[in-house]
């Protein structure tokens, strides 16, 4: 008889528990719920010193960050090299970047401080193949054209002659 009001005891023991854990866990709940039904809904800012969009690998296909005083935004494949990125130098400059299959520099498109523009092509030993851009004071278009050997032609549109090359 004893063995049986032992064992009943213990049963109920172990419903008192398991009824304590799910009050606990309900009471907890609750808190949760109101805590996020007394907020204001979506924050005004979200701060952090990057973002991630990753994909069901888990790999980084959009970033949001900051390096060197810019902010950047990386745009990538799923072997996480970024194919286009977005930036903002420190000194007031801008860019938008082209990358290869490899992660280089293929194309550039960029405006600096001084406003200067520029649209760079650069060829897969990273050197700059072609430049067009525009100086900021007259406002004239210039051309440079370098080969694989590195010999360079400038053209001035303003004067509308070679600078220098042959």
């Not at 050197?127 to 440079?144: F, H, I, K, M, S």
Request: aromatic share 4%.
């Amino acid at each position: 008889m004893s063995d049986d009001l032992e064992a009943r005891v213990a049963r109920l023991e172990g419903r008192v528990r398991s009824w304590r854990r799910a009050a606990f866990v309900a009471a907890v709940g609750l808190v949760g719920l109101v805590t996020i039904g007394a907020g204001n809904g979506a924050p005004d800012v979200i701060e952090a010193r990057a973002f991630r969009v990753v994909n069901e690998q888990g790999k980084a296909m959009v970033t949001l960050f900051h390096q060197d005083g810019a902010g950047a935004l990386a745009l990538s494949t799923g072997d996480e090299k970024p194919y286009f990125a977005v930036m903002s130098a420190e000194k007031g400059g801008r860019f938008l970047m082209l990358r290869d299959g490899q992660g280089r520099a293929a194309a550039t498109l960029g405006c600096a401080s001084d406003g200067e523009r520029a649209l760079v092509l650069t060829s897969e030993t990273g050197t700059r193949a072609v430049v067009l851009g525009v100086t900021p004071q007259e406002g004239d278009g210039g051309l440079q054209i370098t080969s694989h050997d590195g010999r360079t032609r400038e053209i001035d549109a303003y004067r509308n002659r070679v600078v220098r090359g042959k």
